[in-house]
């Protein structure tokens, strides 16, 4: 697994439109309340967690972004690992999350 900062993801995002998959993998009302604009909410404690991201990345060798809500969030580091045990190739965690994101990009 490997750790993104934002400006990583600003990058992936904006400048080489890369093709990956933003994961938040909060609770479904974290998510309402606030998100990434690109991304999408598979919680990371769903009992399909691994089998939703293998469907909506289209496979395990998508680049595969997961992020919660800040630096102090367990939650992306243990959808990562989950992804990599499930044999994902491509796995990164921006650590700084919504709170991170959402300072810079109003």
């Known amino acids: 697994m490997k750790a993104i900062t934002r400006e990583d993801l600003e990058r992936m995002n904006e400048t080489q439109k890369e093709d990956f998959v933003l994961i938040n993998v909060l609770p479904r009302e974290e998510f309402k309340k606030e998100h990434i604009r690109t991304s999408i909410n598979v919680p990371e404690d769903s009992d399909d967690f691994v089998e939703t991201v293998e469907k909506v990345a289209g496979g395990k060798d998508r680049e595969v972004v997961v992020y919660c809500a ?14 990599e045990k499930a044999g994902f190739r491509h796995v990164l965690d921006y650590e700084g999350g919504t709170e991170d994101w959402m300072k810079h990009h109003h």
Do not use: H, I, V, Y
Not at 70 to 83: G, I, Q, T, V, Y
């Open 70 to 83: 800040n630096f102090d969030c367990p939650a992306s580091p243990e959808a990562a690992k989950k992804l």
